[in-house]
């Protein structure tokens, strides 16, 4: 059975980091796209960043310049180093792999940005 299991959700104050990590087992890591996605109360679930199996990424706008997206292919881990954290990227953040018509999410991690 496919699992991706994000870790690595807290609390931090605004300005601060953290840094996220989506464990995956039972899929051929290295050939799926991966990305990071967020889910804010009472908005709908947006994309945040996404790396290719090659290693493209892309992310939202509203991250450009802060938060970096990276994967390990040996360790089947994909990772969101988050920097410059503000009170708005406050969310639960969910890891999603995706091959032709396959996607999978993991469970989800809270992140709250606040003083």
């Known amino acids: 059975q496919v699992q991706l299991v994000e870790s690595g959700g807290g609390l931090v104050a605004p300005g601060g980091s953290l840094r996220l990590s989506c464990a995956a087992s039972q899929i051929i890591f290295g050939i799926y796209v991966m990305g990071w996605y967020r889910q804010a109360p009472g908005k709908q679930r947006e994309l945040v960043a996404v790396i290719s199996s090659f290693g493209r990424t892309n992310y939202a706008d509203s991250v450009k310049g802060r938060f970096t997206i990276s994967r390990d292919n040996a360790k089947d881990t994909v990772y969101l180093q988050m920097n410059s954290l503000k009170p708005e990227d406050t969310a639960v953040y969910y890891c999603?792999?995706?091959?032709?018509?396959?996607?999978?999410w993991g469970q989800g991690t809270q992140v709250t940005v606040s003083s």
């Open positions: 999603k792999g995706s091959r032709g018509s396959y996607d999978y």
